[in-house]
């Protein structure tokens, strides 16, 4: 079965520095999607960056990036210029195929002013 | 456009009750999905709907929990008999079909069970 692990439970940047967040995956697939997804206190999942797996050229969405390393199953994402309203939780998720969506843990972001 | 909306937003019950959650997805989204968000459990998979196709259950946790789309639309997740440990936020989800394509989640509804 595919997992998911974010070994960064919580996190803190300064605001205006950059923060990499932490994210590995185990799986057999080759062809699959990965994702980042920001869940604020409102509770609502918003989509950050999503990877396909297919492609070597890694994702940037604005002052969000990553860093997907097949080989290592390793997909981390940097945040950079870090804001105010970047503070939430974080998740990494993966899918292949038609399964649903498996998240990592999160790593919860705090952003100090 | 309009994104996913689930109601109630919070719901509180006492244990026993059943309790119905609505999710209603984004316009022309074939695909359906329900999540579960535990403190301590992170997000689980429930159950999801693509088409007229029979949904994919395999993660409903016990016979207790169902769930219907009506007309390839809106989605009722029902909780029979709610036990404390149903407590969590029910997440909704939609894509424009099942494979390989991204989520869009509602603001979930927080059920907690007295």
């Known amino acids: 079965a595919q997992t998911v692990t974010q070994s960064q439970p919580e996190m803190s940047v300064q605001e205006a520095e950059t923060v990499t967040l932490s994210c590995t995956y185990d799986t057999s697939e080759s062809d699959y999607y990965l994702f980042w997804y920001k869940q604020p206190p409102s509770r609502q999942m918003i989509l950050v960056i999503r990877q396909e797996a297919y492609k070597q050229q890694n994702a940037t969405e604005n002052r969000f990036s990553v860093n997907f390393q097949k080989a290592a199953k390793s997909f981390s994402l940097k945040i950079s210029d870090s804001q105010l309203g970047d503070a939430a939780m974080y998740f990494c998720a993966y899918r292949s195929g038609n399964t649903p969506l498996v998240f990592g843990k999160g790593t919860r972001l705090s952003v100090i002013a | ?114």
Do not use: M
């Open chain 2, 1 to 114: 456009g309009a994104g996913v909306s689930q109601s109630p937003s919070n719901k509180v019950t006492e244990k026993g009750k059943d309790v119905e959650l609505r999710c209603d997805p984004i316009s022309g989204h074939t695909a359906l999905y329900w999540y579960r968000q535990s403190l301590g459990q992170g997000l689980e998979f429930l159950i999801y709907f693509q088409g007229n196709s029979a949904p994919d259950k395999s993660g409903l946790p016990s016979d207790r929990f169902s769930a219907e789309r009506t007309g390839g639309s809106v989605s009722t997740l029902t909780i029979q008999r709610t036990q404390q440990e149903d407590s969590a936020v029910y997440l909704c989800a939609s894509s424009r079909t099942v494979y390989q394509e991204t989520q869009y989640f509602g603001p979930g509804t927080r059920l907690l069970v007295l």
